[in-house]
């Protein structure tokens, strides 16, 4: 009798593609690019849509920054009254008068 043969299966996963090893960063314009599409244009067309894109996320943040500059002076006012209340609550809670104290 001569040597048993061996025959060595294939995985399923021998053929996949690895990818090289990228940055955080790079990672996660890669993910902008294949959710958004932009992988499909040209690089002129890219750089208007990363453009807009860019544009639109500035001014968006620009205006939230307005609006919250202008409301931190009432919600400074507001955060005061916050301890107060708090402590004329377990105040009565533990039933004594808060306005002795």
């Given at each position: ?9 294939k ?88 306005s002795?104290?």
């Amino acid at each position: 009798m001569g040597n048993p043969v061996v025959i060595k299966a294939k995985k399923d996963y021998d053929c996949v593609f690895e990818p090289e090893p990228m940055s955080w960063l790079r990672l996660q314009y890669y993910r902008y690019q294949v959710t958004a599409g932009t992988y499909l244009f040209t690089y002129k067309e890219a750089f208007v849509f990363n453009t807009v894109v860019f544009i639109i996320v500035f001014l968006t943040g620009w205006a939230a920054k307005s609006i919250i500059v202008k409301l931190l002076p009432s919600l400074w006012r507001l955060s005061t009254l916050i301890p107060s209340f708090f402590a004329s609550f377990f105040m009565s809670l533990l039933g004594k008068d808060a306005s002795s104290q």
